[in-house]
């Protein structure tokens, strides 16, 4: 179909034929249409020549005299404030439209409201707006659930609390839960692309951000348009240069936020300049894009922008290859476990128990009758490694001479520094349960060792049970967690943890 995105260049020489087609037969009403048609594609294929044909269309539907028409006007109006970064003016006229809109029961009123609502929110960046309007997509947009639980988490994303992430991360599973969520390409599409990359990108989800680059690749070229002119959602060039970023791609993510740059440079439309500006900045392109951002932050009272700003100057850059999101949290009688996008629900365990201890404590030993929940300890009533485990000690340190040597062969240094920090810990393990000439310690507490070995025996089935479900976390964890007389997860690589 011609009404689909990244058609533009098409629909531009139907739209110009619908116009003169009308022209020659004095149907002014179809004209208005066609105008209207004309310009949101020729502003989806960042063309400045929207600005003229918009003028015709104005003159052509406020000349009509007629409620309708009027409110076409209103709206239309309202969007172009929104795109020039007259945020006030915008709100005016998104309330006005609205009011007439209602007054004429005008059917589209709610959903275009919430359109422009969402554009507005995006551009101011505030906090409470942000959640507000995600609350108003969801409750307005009945009729696609899809399209409204996406742009609330890009909008909660934003927002940026705590909270706010959560929120957004269960409005995005709403989404992913759906089979046929990629396979949308309406008048909502940019919309629904817009959120799912921002959240995406805020969550840390590099599966997902792989995934929605692949489906943009194509349309990088255009720009985004709810509806007829309801809301203008910037370059497509700009979520494919934000997720390309977020992948590590830095020269990609490069290319593309500046083709953005230079398409909201040409159609005008100030406040995604900005955010252009701001992403470049981040990115440590060259150029003044951190000043521009800033000064056209403070022209038009983009707060959101201001704020990541300040992120932008103490250097903070958020590269989701670097630091996947993980999770392990009760949910009810069972665990909820999730990395990046994969998720499942496991039944309840001591073992897991143990793991969200550890996690909560990253790079400190924790004792292992602190985990099994013992009291005091008590005095000589045996030592803390008994023969058997000063063996497995020695053998796991033979084992772990002879892994070094491979890595280093290599020239792993990822695994030789894991290795290495493993053997210190056995190391001081050892030295901790034997005093003088080897001799075995007194333990003043029967039930260390056999605490040490339950700790152990749980927390591997638990990373065993997780790693049938999401092996790359399970693999993480192996890696990652070291147990003894004291247990410590010591990451491996960085992971961002919600506990």
Same mark, same amino acid.
């Given at each position: 179909?011609?009404?689909?995105?990244?058609?533009?260049?098409?629909?531009?020489?139907?739209?110009?034929?619908?116009?003169?087609?009308?022209?020659? %037969?004095?149907?002014?009403?179809?004209? &208005?249409?066609?105008?209207?048609?004309?310009?949101?594609?020729?502003?989806?294929?960042?063309?400045?020549?929207?600005? &003229?044909?918009?003028?015709?269309?104005?003159?052509?539907?406020?000349?009509?005299?007629?409620?309708?028409?009027?409110?076409? $006007?209103?709206?239309?109006?309202?969007?172009?404030?929104?795109? !020039? /970064?007259?945020?006030?003016?915008?709100?005016?006229?998104?309330?006005?439209?609205?009011?007439?809109?209602?007054?004429?029961?005008?059917?589209?009123?709610?959903?275009?409201?919430? @359109?422009?609502?969402?554009?507005?929110?995006?551009?101011?960046?505030?906090?409470?707006?942000?959640? #507000?309007?995600?609350?108003?997509?969801?409750?307005?947009?009945?009729?696609?659930?899809?399209?409204? +639980?996406?742009?609330?988490? /890009?909008?909660?994303?934003?927002? @940026?609390?705590?909270?706010?992430?959560?929120?957004?991360?269960?409005a995005l599973d709403t989404v992913l839960a759906t089979d046929s969520w990629r396979e949308d390409r309406s008048y909502l599409w940019s919309l629904f692309m817009g959120g799912m990359a921002t959240a995406a990108v805020r969550l840390g989800d590099a599966a997902l951000c792989g995934q929605l680059l692949d489906d943009l690749r194509p349309f990088t070229a255009?720009?985004?348009?709810?509806?007829?002119?309801?809301?203008?959602?910037?370059?497509? $060039?700009? *979520?494919?240069?934000?997720?390309? !970023?977020?992948?590590?791609?830095?020269?990609?993510?490069?290319? *593309?936020?500046?083709?953005?740059?230079?398409? +909201?440079?040409?159609?005008?439309?100030?406040? *995604?300049? &900005?955010?252009?500006?701001?992403?470049?900045?981040?990115?440590?392109?060259?150029?003044?894009?951190?000043?521009? #951002?800033?000064?056209?932050? @403070?022209?038009?009272?983009?707060?959101?922008?201001?704020?990541?700003?300040?992120?932008? #100057?103490?250097?903070?850059?958020? %590269?989701?290859?670097?630091?996947?999101?993980?999770?392990?949290?009760? !949910?009810?009688?069972?665990?909820?476990?999730?990395? /990046?996008?994969?998720?499942? +629900?496991?039944?309840?365990?001591?073992?897991?128990?143990?793991?969200?201890?550890?996690?909560?404590?990253?790079?400190?030993?924790?004792?292992?009758?602190?985990?099994? @929940?013992?009291?005091?300890?008590?005095? !000589?009533?045996?030592?803390?490694?008994?023969?058997?485990?000063?063996?497995?000690?020695? +053998?796991?340190?033979?084992?772990?001479?002879?892994?070094?040597?491979? #890595?280093?062969?290599?020239?792993?240094?990822?695994?030789?520094?894991?290795?290495?920090?493993?053997?210190?810990?056995?190391?001081?393990?050892?030295?901790?349960? %034997?005093?003088?000439? /080897?001799?075995?310690?007194?333990?003043?507490?029967?039930?260390?060792?056999?605490?040490?070995?339950?700790?152990?025996s749980r927390l591997r089935e638990a990373i065993h049970r997780i790693d049938t479900v999401i092996p790359e976390l399970g693999t993480h964890l192996d890696r990652s967690v070291i147990t003894g007389t004291t247990c410590r997860y010591e990451p491996t690589a960085g992971v961002e943890w919600r506990l």
């Open positions: 179909m011609l009404w689909t995105p990244g058609r533009a260049h098409e629909r531009i020489e139907v739209a110009a034929e619908i116009v003169a087609l009308a022209r020659r %037969t004095a149907n002014r009403e179809r004209e &208005a249409e066609g105008l209207l048609l004309l310009t949101t594609a020729q502003l989806e294929d960042g063309s400045p020549a929207y600005r &003229a044909t918009v003028t015709q269309y104005l003159a052509l539907a406020e000349g009509f005299g007629q409620p309708r028409h009027d409110y076409m $006007a209103l709206t239309r109006r309202a969007a172009l404030a929104l795109i !020039d /970064g007259r945020l006030d003016e915008a709100e005016d006229l998104i309330d006005r439209s609205s009011e007439l809109g209602e007054q004429i029961s005008e059917p589209d009123t709610v959903n275009v409201r919430t @359109g422009q609502r969402l554009a507005l929110a995006w551009a101011r960046g505030e906090p409470k707006l942000l959640r #507000a309007v995600a609350e108003e997509a969801v409750r307005c947009w009945v009729g696609v659930p899809l399209h409204a +639980h996406a742009v609330a988490a /890009g909008l909660l994303a934003l927002a @940026g609390e705590h909270d706010d992430i959560e929120a957004a991360r269960r255009t720009a985004g348009i709810g509806g007829s002119l309801v809301c203008y959602m910037g370059s497509n $060039a700009l *979520w494919a240069g934000m997720l390309a !970023d977020a992948l590590g791609r830095t020269e990609e993510a490069r290319r *593309w936020l500046e083709g953005s740059l230079a398409v +909201h440079r040409r159609v005008g439309a100030a406040a *995604w300049e &900005a955010e252009s500006h701001l992403r470049l900045a981040a990115l440590g392109a060259p150029g003044e894009h951190a000043e521009a #951002a800033a000064r056209l932050a @403070g022209e038009l009272g983009l707060h959101g922008v201001v704020g990541r700003l300040s992120a932008v #100057a103490d250097g903070e850059r958020v %590269t989701v290859a670097a630091r996947p999101v993980a999770e392990l949290c009760r !949910d009810g009688e069972m665990w909820r476990v999730r990395f /990046g996008s994969a998720s499942a +629900h496991l039944r309840d365990a001591k073992g897991l128990a143990d793991l969200h201890t550890l996690l909560t404590r990253p790079g400190r030993d924790v004792h292992v009758l602190e985990l099994v @929940g013992a009291g005091h300890v008590e005095r !000589d009533t045996g030592t803390l490694l008994d023969g058997a485990a000063r063996a497995a000690y020695r +053998h796991r340190l033979e084992e772990l001479d002879s892994d070094l040597a491979a #890595a280093r062969d290599d020239g792993d240094l990822g695994r030789l520094q894991r290795l290495d920090h493993e053997r210190a810990a056995l190391l001081v393990e050892l030295r901790r349960a %034997t005093g003088l000439a /080897g001799r075995a310690r007194s333990l003043g507490s029967g039930t260390a060792e056999r605490a040490r070995k339950t700790v152990t």
